[in-house]
C-alpha cells in the first residue's frame, strides 16, 4: 500500500514538473501575434497574477496610471485585457458589444451554473436572447416590478412585525436574517407564485448558508482558470467542491419545479415567473424555446438574491 502511494505521488509530481516545464518554454518561446495594448511583462507561467495583490482594483488603478486606459494583462497563460476608463469600457460594452458578448467559460460556469447555461455565462445566440426577454418582461422590467408592489410591500409588514415581536420578547433582532428571510419570500412568490418560507427560523438560515457557501465558491480563486493545462488535477480541490455543492442545489431545483408543475392548474389564467419559463420550453423536435436546464440555470442565479444583502 505503502509503494502504491509512493508511486502515486512521484507520477503526479513528474506530471506537474512536465507540463510547468513546458508552459515555461512556450511562453519564453512563443512571442504575441499581434500587436497588444500595453502592460506589465509578468512572470512566464503565473503572468501578471502576482501583480495583483490582496486588492486588485487598487493595483489595476495604478496600472492605468502607467500604462494608459486599456491594459494587457498574462493572467496565468491567458490574455487578458483591462478597459480602465469609462470610455474606454463604454467600447466593450456599447460600441464593440457583440464581439465582446459572450464570457470566457471558468470552473464556477461550468460546475455550478449548469455548464454556463444560465443568463450570466450562456453564449449570445437565441435562447440567451430569450432567457434575457423574459426575464425583462416578467421578473425586472418596469411593469412587471409595478406588478409585484403589492408583494413587496405585503412581506416588508410581514418583516417589520417579526421584528417587533422579537423586541417585545426581548430577543436579539438579526436584521440580516430578517432580510433574507423577506426577500426569500418576494423571489418566491414572483418566481414560483407562493412564499417560500412560512417564518423564519432554522429552514430559512439553512438556505442563507447554501447562498452564502455557493457565492463564496463561485468567488474563489482557482488555478485551474488561469492555467487551463492544471485544471483537471484540481489541486485545491475547489472543483470538486463545486460539484458537490451543484448536486445539492440541483435536488433542491429539480423538486422545486416538479411540485410546481403538480399545481400548475391551481395559477390558470395567472401565471407566475416559472409558468412563463415552462410555456417557452423547447419542442420535442427541439427549436428555440428553452431547455430544461436553461430554467434550471436561471432559477438558480434567481435564488442566489438574498445572497446580495
Given amino acids: 500500500m505503502a509503494v502504491d502511494t509512493v508511486l502515486f505521488r512521484e507520477i503526479a509530481a513528474a ?11 512556450r511562453s519564453l518561446l512563443l512571442k504575441p501575434a499581434r500587436k497588444l495594448p500595453p502592460g506589465p511583462k509578468g512572470w512566464p507561467i ?21 500604462y494608459g486606459p486599456i491594459i494587457y494583462l498574462k493572467m496565468g497563460t491567458l490574455d487578458m485585457v ?32 449548469y455548464n454556463s ?18 426575464s425583462n418582461l416578467h421578473m425586472l422590467g418596469g411593469k412587471a416590478l409595478d406588478d409585484s408592489v ?33 426577500m426569500a419570500n418576494i423571489i418566491g412568490q414572483v418566481i414560483l407564485g407562493r412564499r417560500v418560507f412560512v417564518q423564519a427560523g432554522s429552514e430559512c438560515n439553512e438556505f442563507k448558508d447554501m447562498v452564502v457557501e455557493l457565492m463564496t465558491s463561485a ?11 492544471l485544471a483537471w488535477m484540481d489541486l485545491q ?4 467542491g463545486m460539484k458537490r455543492m451543484h448536486s445539492k442545489w440541483d435536488s433542491l431545483i429539480t423538486r422545486m419545479v416538479k411540485e410546481h408543475a403538480e399545481t400548475a392548474h391551481e395559477r390558470r389564467g395567472n401565471p407566475d415567473f416559472l409558468d412563463v419559463l415552462m410555456a417557452n420550453r423547447e419542442t420535442s423536435q427541439g427549436g428555440p424555446g428553452l431547455s430544461i436546464t436553461n430554467i434550471k440555470a436561471l432559477l438558480l442565479v434567481c435564488d442566489l438574491g438574498p445572497s446580495l444583502i
Wanted: glycine share 10%; charged share 20%.
Fill in 15 to 25: 506530471t506537474v514538473i512536465f507540463f510547468l516545464t513546458r508552459l515555461f518554454l
Fill in 46 to 66: 503565473i503572468g501578471a497574477l502576482p501583480l495583483l495583490g490582496t486588492m486588485p482594483h487598487v493595483a489595476l488603478a495604478q496600472m492605468a496610471k502607467k
Fill in 82 to 113: 483591462v478597459a480602465a476608463t469609462p470610455e474606454s469600457a463604454r467600447a466593450f460594452l456599447k460600441t464593440l458589444d457583440m464581439n465582446f458578448s459572450n464570457r470566457p467559460p471558468n470552473a464556477g460556469a461550468t460546475h455550478l451554473a
Fill in 117 to 134: 447555461q444560465d443568463m450570466v455565462f450562456a453564449d449570445y445566440g437565441p435562447k440567451w436572447k430569450s432567457l434575457r426577454k423574459l
Fill in 150 to 182: 403589492g408583494i413587496r410591500h405585503t412581506e416588508t409588514g410581514h418583516m417589520v412585525r417579526a421584528m417587533c415581536e422579537s423586541g417585545r420578547r426581548g430577543e436579539a433582532v438579526v436584521v440580516a436574517e430578517m432580510l433574507t428571510f423577506a
Fill in 219 to 229: 468567488g474563489l480563486f482557482n488555478v485551474g482558470d488561469f492555467i487551463p493545462a
Fill in 237 to 240: 480541490g475547489i472543483e470538486g
